[in-house]
Each structure stands twice: as C-alpha cells, then as structure tokens.
C-alpha cells in the first residue's frame, strides 16, 4: 500500500512557499481562512467541552490556525504534531508559547503516553489519508485519549451535495502528485468506531451549521460569521468510554510472534485463518497471548 501523506503535502508547502511571501504560504498551505476558520474551529471544541486547563492534541496542526486562536488561554497545554517541518515551526513562531509542543510526526505514532491528552482535534486531516490510516490514526488517537475524551475531526463526505464539486476537482487532478482529497461516508466511521470501542457521540452535517458563535467575526472576504455557522466540511465528534484503560491494535504489536500465536493457541492451527489477521480482528479482544 503507498503512503503519499508526507511527500505529498511537503511538495504542496515547498511550492507555495516559492509563489508567495512566508505568511500567505503558511496561510494558503492549510486553506486559508487563517483567522476566522481558527476561531470557528476554537468556538467548536469550547462547546464539545473544552476546559482552561486541559491537555491538547491537533493532530495535522499544520501552520497553526487553531493554536493561534487558543494561544491566549494561559493554562492550557497545547501539543500540535504535523509532517511539514516549515508548518510547525510556522506555528510555533506565530504562537509564541515556550511551554507548548510542535512536533514532527510521520508515521501515523503519536509520541504521547497512554491516557495523557483530554481532547483531541484533527481538521482537514483525515481528508488527506487512506482510509486504512485514518483507522490506525483513530486507535493511535484513543490510546492517548484519557478516558472520557474526546476525538474531534472534520471531513469531506459523501452525502453532502456541496462536497461533490472537490470530488469532481479529484477526478481532473487524477494523474498529478498532489495530496489526496479523500471522502468518507458516515457509516464507515460508525464501522471504525465499532471496531476501536469508540462512541460516536456526534455527526454533524457540513450544509446544516453546529457551530454556535458568541459574537459575530468577520471573514477575510468581510463576510459575516454570527449565530450558528459551519466549517463546510462535517464534523465528528467520537469519545472514549470511562471505563476504556485498555489499548485497541489497529496494527500487530511490534513484538508480536505468528510462531509463538500459533503454539500458545492451539484451537487456530487448523482453522484457515491467517493468524495476524486473527489476532487484530478478534484474538486482542479475546485476550490471546501471542509472545
Ligand atoms: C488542510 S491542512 C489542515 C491544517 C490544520 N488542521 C487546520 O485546520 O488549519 C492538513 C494538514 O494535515 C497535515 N498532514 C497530512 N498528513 C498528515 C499525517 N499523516 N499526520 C499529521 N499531519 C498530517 C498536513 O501537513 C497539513 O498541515
């Protein structure tokens, strides 16, 4: 399976960064809508139950459009990871927060403890991966969740008419080396949820608004953003249940031995089943040994 995440977004940054001054490429490199998408993004994770005082993961925090707009929140910890190193250290510059993390990450690890972060947001992220590694991402996301967090991402779907236009750019885009606009259906979330034991606490559609805004804030074209508004894209919000401690392997553990799976369960030898295929799609819940 080829995974074009990294290569593809540093060639996308590299090239805006040589048509224009730093800030418009930082800026344009993620979207645009710097400042008010920023806010937005902000209002949104307040009313999913942000606190003061809690640990942040913005997973793909790109240039930091969300981390400028929370920079004034003195006791929250902020951690962004991305995999264009000229984004983070964008972000890190505009934020100015010694005590906050930006950190490069590339191969779909966090590299966070278990049960350390309060809330996590992804935005516009997932849009860029293969199904296959948003799923490892989302059981990368819940084992660092504490217990009782929450996952917010937002993503291109398949339902709403408006997103089928970015559908159609794919498909005149089909043969260039530019980052993938992926879609997801609503059900294929509810699937992976199912599998990772996570709740799917919220599925907010991107044409009906969700997000409720305290006081109105201009847009970089002098549109307005008041009342309740939208990103575009729909927005997900998944949680990890109190009582979840355990880790869920959407991938083999590093240590994991076919061999010794086999020797120390018996009952597999003769069933046909591939062992690792096994252990990730039942053998873990089972509690099965494998080394
Ligand atoms: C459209 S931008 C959104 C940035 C930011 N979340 C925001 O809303 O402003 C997508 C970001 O995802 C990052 N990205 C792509 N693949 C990634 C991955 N596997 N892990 C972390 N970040 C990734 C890109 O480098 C880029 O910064």
């Known amino acids: 399976m080829k995974k074009n995440f990294e290569g593809d977004y540093n060639r996308l940054v590299k090239n805006k960064l040589s048509g224009a001054d730093k800030k418009n490429a930082m800026e344009q490199s993620i979207g645009g809508n710097f400042h008010h998408f920023g806010i937005l993004q902000r209002e949104l ?4 139950g942000l606190k003061g005082d809690d640990v942040i993961l913005d997973v793909g925090c790109g240039s930091g459009r969300l981390a400028n707009a929370l920079k004034e929140m003195p006791n ?4 962004g990871i991305d995999v264009v190193q000229d984004l983070l250290d964008y972000a890190d510059e505009i934020c100015q927060r010694d005590d906050w993390s930006f950190i490069k990450a590339t191969d779909l690890k966090i590299p966070l403890d278990d049960n350390s972060v309060d809330i996590i947001t992804c ?9 296959e590694e948003t799923y490892v991402y989302l059981a ?5 969740l504490k217990p009782g967090g929450k996952i917010v991402f937002s993503f291109l779907d398949f339902l709403i008419p408006e997103h089928w236009g970015v559908f159609a750019s794919n498909l005149i885009l089909i043969n260039d080396q530019v980052p993938l606009n992926q879609f997801i259906d609503p059900q294929a979330i509810r699937i992976w949820s199912q599998h990772l034991r996570l709740e799917v606490e919220n599925i907010f ?3 009906s608004p969700y997000i409720h805004m305290s006081e109105a804030i201009e847009g970089e074209n002098g549109e307005l953003y008041q ?17 979840s401690h355990e880790t869920i392997h959407a991938i083999l553990p590093t240590n994991f031995n076919v061999q010794k799976y086999l020797e120390l369960n018996p009952d597999l030898e003769d069933s046909g089943v591939d062992p690792e295929v096994h252990y990730i799609t039942c053998g873990q819940f089972e509690n099965r040994q494998y080394n």
Do not use: D
Not at 227 to 243: N, P, Y
């Open 123 to 131: 935005f516009s992220v997932f849009t860029h991966l293969l199904h």
């Open 205 to 207: 559609s991107g044409n």
């Open 227 to 243: 009342g309740m508004v939208t990103l575009g894209q729909s927005v997900c919000v998944l949680r990890k249940l109190e009582s």
């Open 45 to 48: 994770i307040r009313q999913q």
């Open 76 to 79: 929250l910890t902020y951690i």
């Open 140 to 144: 990368e996301m819940r084992r660092v």
